[in-house]
């Protein structure tokens, strides 16, 4: 498919990957089936928007929250994450060549060892790498990460490395997952949901909001320019007028 081009892209695009289950259960499929199907969207969106010159792409794959489900359910997105990580180590020269840094969000000590291993090491073997940076929001939660950031500045204060005053918002930017990034300019969701759900929480003060009924596994490349079509045109005021 032909990369379009537009006049304004975001810098930086989210996209909350819901509405697997609903698409494994219309085709009378157990729901690892839409997770999987899923998965295939992400590699094909993230290539696409990369391409299209998006240079911040973060995907949400799994919330704190989503431990909840069934463990059947939670091992098969473990392991198509861990089929991600496998591939992307496979295909390191390329994806080095391409510029692609990977990075994760949210709290690792909850996954495996070999899952964190195995994302420390892409994370570090692609850290100098700055065309496109791919982000994959897994065990992340916005509350989660607010509150780990006050906690390390809170420790700075009782370290006596700062005072409570010198506390500021880049502070606070700088101690979350997406440090040095900037904010979500545009946030995707389909499936029909009209809701954040724990997603970039604090990063998302400004970000305009794309909603479709498409379930993920059917969001094409199509969808994607559409809604950069929609962003193209929003009036972007930052609280002023
Ligand atoms: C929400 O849809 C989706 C998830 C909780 C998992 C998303 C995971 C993937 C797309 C695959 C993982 C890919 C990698 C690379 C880790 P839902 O299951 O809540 O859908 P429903 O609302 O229709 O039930």
């Given at each position: 498919?032909?990369d379009?081009?537009?006049?304004?892209l975001p810098q930086h695009l989210?996209?909350?990957?819901?509405?697997?289950?609903?698409?494994?259960?219309?085709?009378?499929?157990?729901?690892?089936?839409?997770?999987?199907?899923?998965?295939?969207?992400?590699r094909?969106i993230g290539e696409y928007a990369g391409n299209l010159g998006i240079r911040y792409i973060t995907f949400?794959?799994?919330?704190?929250?989503?431990?909840?489900?069934?463990?059947?359910?939670?091992?098969?997105?473990?392991?198509?994450?861990?089929?991600f990580l496998?591939e992307a180590i496979d295909r390191l020269d390329e994806n080095i060549e391409k510029g692609i840094r990977l990075h994760f969000?949210?709290?690792?000590?909850?996954?495996?060892?070999?899952?964190?291993?195995?994302?420390?090491y892409v994370e570090e073997q692609t850290k100098n790498c700055t065309k496109v940076h791919l982000n994959l929001?897994?065990?992340?939660?916005?509350?989660?990460?607010?509150?780990?950031?006050?906690?390390?500045?809170?420790?700075?204060?009782?370290?006596?490395?700062?005072?409570?005053?010198?506390?500021?918002?880049?502070?606070?930017?700088?101690?979350?997952?997406t440090?040095g990034q900037p904010?979500?300019?545009?946030?995707?969701?389909?499936?029909?949901?009209?809701?954040?759900?724990?997603?970039?929480?604090?990063?998302?003060?400004?970000?305009?909001?794309?909603?479709?009924?498409?379930?993920?596994?059917?969001?094409?490349?199509?969808?994607?320019?559409?809604?950069?079509?929609?962003?193209?045109?929003?009036?972007?005021?930052?609280?002023?007028?």
């Amino acid at each position: 498919m032909a990369d379009k081009q537009f006049s304004v892209l975001p810098q930086h695009l989210g996209i909350i990957m819901d509405g697997n289950g609903r698409w494994a259960k219309q085709r009378s499929l157990v729901r690892s089936e839409g997770h999987k199907q899923g998965s295939e969207t992400f590699r094909k969106i993230g290539e696409y928007a990369g391409n299209l010159g998006i240079r911040y792409i973060t995907f949400y794959a799994f919330s704190t929250e989503n431990w909840n489900r069934p463990e059947a359910e939670v091992n098969a997105i473990m392991q198509l994450f861990d089929s991600f990580l496998t591939e992307a180590i496979d295909r390191l020269d390329e994806n080095i060549e391409k510029g692609i840094r990977l990075h994760f969000l949210g709290d690792k000590s909850g996954l495996s060892d070999e899952l964190q291993n195995l994302m420390d090491y892409v994370e570090e073997q692609t850290k100098n790498c700055t065309k496109v940076h791919l982000n994959l929001a897994i065990n992340y939660g916005g509350r989660q990460e607010i509150l780990q950031a006050v906690k390390t500045i809170a420790q700075k204060v009782q370290n006596g490395e700062i005072s409570v005053d010198e506390i500021s918002e880049q502070m606070l930017s700088d101690a979350l997952y997406t440090s040095g990034q900037p904010d979500p300019d545009l946030i995707i969701r389909p499936s029909g949901e009209l809701r954040l759900s724990n997603f970039l929480t604090y990063q998302s003060a400004y970000s305009e909001f794309w909603f479709s009924d498409v379930l993920w596994p059917d969001f094409t490349e199509e969808h994607l320019n559409q809604a950069l079509a929609d962003f193209e045109k929003r009036h972007r005021r930052f609280g002023g007028i």
